[in-house]
């Protein structure tokens, strides 16, 4: 549907619970996942990976965003729940099953839940 004029892109969102809480801390292996996010899905990387740690309390933890050539991947990582919540939106077609399962497999995730919407 996307890249056909159906649609003008798609725009996916995962939660991840129970991650492992040593991965979501880590800003070096975060943008790793970012780069091996992209070739899996091939998308293409627009400049350098924004990963910053800040907020207090329940909503500590690091946030990330990629821009990439046809929009942006973005995340944040809550340190009190080891919770990720994922959003990669794009207007050319990715599967959204394969970023779930790689995200899921990638910060040692116990369970996932995706949401996959087209954008017109």
Same mark, same amino acid.
């Not at 899905?41 to 046809?70: H, N, W």
């Not at 794009?90 to 369970?111: H, Q, W």
């Given at each position: 549907?996307?890249?056909?004029?159906?649609?003008?892109?798609?725009? /996916?969102?995962?939660?991840?619970?129970?991650?492992?809480?040593?991965?979501?801390?880590?800003?070096?292996?975060?943008?790793?996942?970012?780069?091996?996010?992209?070739?899996?899905?091939?998308?293409?990387?627009?400049?350098?990976?924004?990963?910053?740690?800040?907020?207090?309390?329940?909503?500590?933890?690091?946030?990330?965003?990629?821009?990439?050539? /046809?929009?942006?991947?973005?995340?944040?990582?809550?340190?009190? /729940?080891?919770?990720?919540?994922?959003?990669?939106?794009?207007?050319?077609?990715?599967?959204?099953?394969?970023?779930?399962?790689?995200?899921?497999?990638?910060?040692?995730?116990?369970?996932?839940?995706?949401?996959?919407?087209?954008?017109?």
């Amino acid at each position: 549907m996307v890249g056909s004029g159906k649609a003008w892109g798609l725009c /996916t969102a995962v939660d991840l619970h129970d991650c492992n809480p040593e991965l979501i801390r880590d800003a070096e292996y975060i943008k790793r996942y970012v780069v091996e996010l992209c070739e899996l899905i091939d998308m293409k990387r627009f400049g350098e990976c924004q990963v910053v740690d800040f907020g207090d309390g329940p909503v500590a933890g690091y946030s990330m965003v990629q821009l990439i050539s /046809t929009s942006l991947i973005s995340g944040h990582f809550a340190n009190a /729940t080891n919770h990720a919540y994922l959003d990669i939106f794009s207007c050319k077609g990715y599967d959204p099953a394969v970023v779930e399962s790689f995200s899921k497999e990638f910060f040692g995730a116990r369970r996932s839940v995706a949401t996959a919407t087209l954008r017109y």
